[in-house]
């Protein structure tokens, strides 16, 4: 009977939202409804009225076309400009004295015309993803359909709005970064952080130190099930990107005003790189530790890819060898990636090698540290010092805050709050991840058809998250520049369930994110989320129903 209620209410959702045709995530500043409505067929040109916005043109005509099979013309030509003509245009503009504020757009559709401003190219391009959701979402024979009349004026709150996705436990084509980096875009996110290296598995091409994928990018078989398991698949699994697939990749996320952060772990999560290089070990002559009630597949002895989940003892040795391993592996990321920020991990370091090793004992004395927490910060502090020599940034896990934080570091805070608070406090920019509202590794649903991780966070869950802590005050909080939510897959193994792990979570997070504190409102973006679960299956993404299957809370 719930179920029935559940639905009969979507339904009724869905005539009421059909009648009103504007349903928009994240919802924007202002509206302003309007009679009428724009018809968008064959004679409907695109009209670049700045050369920046050519961008945002193609993304537009690329969906029109994929989605009704409609091509449209782009024209830059100032002559083409006749409003009042039949070629009926949508015009697309940057103009700077619209909004202080970056990413800004305004939308103004009439029966004549589609007028899209933006502060910059970003701007344009989020102006774009409102006017698709404006799009009826079904396919007719009139090659033809009509956009109702509206005004919107637009910008996000936070300048940091992003998804993480891990392809250290499972490896994710090309293909599928390409739609994931989609995902965020038509959400109007703007950073996408990408979990390149761990235990399990190193996914990105390093010309200095081939072995780093033909040894560390292929585990020689996977725990079968939940931890610790029953069983182990026996066979070999991995997989990397070359150097020219990820500029392929930055270019495509590019072209969506989506930066690409990846992320290169340590001290920490280093087992995939020993095993091809176990020089970088404390104790190269061990062997690979595994924990006992696991299943093993392949060679015991020597440095080993981790083939189950977890944090395991063997790290990086704070030798000279080993930071002028990493500096190397730096100077071919950051030659391929533009992003300023770079991400090296610093969570889950296992201190019991460095207490064993008199190597990190005597350089715990010749440093004057206080203990193996200072050596981390040490060593975290050293790498930060040749990445800001190249003009860049560091991204931390907030275990960067034990033994004393990095002087320029970016704390992003996972283990709940309490990181970030007390970064912003130090003065140290922030992003918000905590684990209780944007792991979305978690469950949707109390009981879920196939193994997850653990935790619950629903979608409702997502919504109500509030990224600036109370316990900030107002000039503590212009520290936190936004928030992500985290995708770690050791039990997502493929494309379609990593659609529905996100969805419909990733809709909830994005007006947290964009939409103002003022503006949120469970009950009135209800009604929007239940059209995005029809916008969801128009566009053929997955997604999980446990919305219609367990009670609002």
Not at 263 to 284: K, N
Not at 500 to 525: C, D, G, H, T
């Amino acid at each position: 009977m719930k179920k029935i209620c559940l639905l009969c209410l979507f339904f009724y959702a869905m005539e009421t939202i059909a009648q009103n045709q504007i349903s928009i995530i994240p919802q924007p500043q202002s509206i302003e409804n309007r009679s009428g409505s724009f018809i968008i067929n064959a004679k409907t040109k695109i009209y670049i009225k700045n050369a920046e916005a050519g961008k945002s043109a193609s993304f537009l005509n690329s969906y029109v076309q994929k989605m009704y099979g409609l091509s449209l013309q782009t024209v830059a030509d100032k002559s083409a400009l006749k409003l009042h003509a039949p070629e009926q245009m949508i015009v697309l503009s940057i103009n700077k004295s619209l909004s202080t504020g970056k990413e800004a757009y305004s939308l103004d559709i009439t029966p004549k015309a589609i007028k899209i401003e933006g502060v910059d190219e970003a701007g344009v391009f989020y102006g774009i993803q409102s006017l698709i959701q404006l799009i009826p979402i079904e396919k007719n024979n009139t090659n033809s359909f009509s956009i109702p009349c509206v005004k919107i004026f637009d910008a996000p709150r936070f300048t940091y709005r992003g998804m993480h996705l891990d392809v250290s436990r499972h490896f994710f084509p090309i293909s599928f970064i390409k739609k994931y980096i989609d995902f965020i875009a038509m959400h109007k996110m703007n950073r996408f952080h990408w979990h390149l290296t761990d235990d399990q598995g190193w996914r990105i091409e390093i010309k200095k130190y081939p072995k780093l994928t033909t040894v560390g990018a292929y585990r020689n078989g996977t725990t079968i099930g939940r931890y610790p398991g029953t069983g182990n698949t026996g066979t070999r699994y991995g997989g990397f990107y070359t150097q020219k697939e990820i500029k392929d990749i930055i270019q495509y996320a590019g072209e969506r005003y989506v930066e690409v952060i990846p992320e290169i772990e340590l001290p920490g999560h280093a087992s995939a790189a020993i095993a091809a290089y176990p020089e970088l070990s404390c104790f190269p002559e061990e062997s690979t530790k595994h924990p006992e009630k696991t299943a093993w597949t392949g060679p015991t002895t020597g440095k080993q890819v981790q083939q189950t989940w977890g944090v395991f003892e063997d790290v990086f040795a704070p030798t000279e060898n080993t930071f002028k391993f990493l500096e190397n592996v730096f100077d071919e990321v950051l030659s391929l990636f533009p992003s300023k920020y770079i991400h090296i991990g610093g969570d889950e370091c296992p201190k019991e090698s460095w207490k064993r090793s008199a190597f990190c004992q005597r350089l715990i004395k010749e440093k004057n540290l206080k203990d193996e927490h200072g050596l981390q910060s040490y060593f975290i502090t050293r790498i930060e010092k040749y990445i800001n020599s190249k003009g860049k940034q560091i991204i931390g896990w907030d275990e960067i805050l034990e033994g004393g934080l990095a002087p320029n570091a970016l704390v992003m805070s996972w283990r709940g709050e309490k990181g970030g608070i007390e970064a912003a406090k130090q003065k140290h920019q922030v992003i918000m991840t905590p684990g209780e509202w944007m792991y979305f590794d978690h469950k949707q649903k109390q009981k879920e058809d196939s193994v997850t991780i653990g935790g619950y966070t629903t979608v409702q869950k997502v919504y109500s998250y509030e990224p600036l802590p109370k316990q900030l005050n107002a000039e503590e909080a212009k520290y936190v520049l936004g928030a992500q939510a985290n995708v770690w897959t050791e039990y997502i193994t493929n494309p379609n369930k990593v659609e529905y792990m996100i969805f419909p979570r990733m809709s909830a997070l994005s007006e947290v994110l964009w939409s103002s504190k003022e503006q949120r409102n469970w009950s009135q973006f209800e009604p929007r989320l239940q059209y995005a679960f029809k916008r969801y299956s128009f566009l053929g993404w997955n997604y999980s129903k446990a919305y219609f299957e367990e009670p609002i809370k």
